[in-house]
């Protein structure tokens, strides 16, 4: 029987994700405070022994993959 929790999560690989580590993102001083204030998330929510604050990068892996997995999950739900 299909359950929810037997869909495979949807993970963007570390290859793909590494390619940003490194790219600048031209948003100049404000913008950068401004998404570490609003829209960075401490790395210790996800990983005990991390510390401090998410980078451009991490934040954009954490909401495509939450993304995609809501969509997955709505897709569960839809089909009969």
């Known amino acids: 029987m299909r359950t929810i929790d037997s869909i495979r999560k949807f993970k963007l690989s570390d290859t793909f994700i590494d390619q940003y580590k490194e790219q600048q993102v031209p948003w100049g001083p404000l913008g950068y405070i401004t998404f570490k204030r609003t829209y960075s998330r401490r790395l210790n929510e996800f ?26 999950a709505a897709c569960f739900y839809v089909r009969p």
């Open 47 to 72: 990983d005990p022994a991390a510390t401090g604050t998410e980078e451009w990068h991490h934040t954009c892996r954490r909401v495509i993959e939450g993304m995609f997995n809501m969509q997955k």
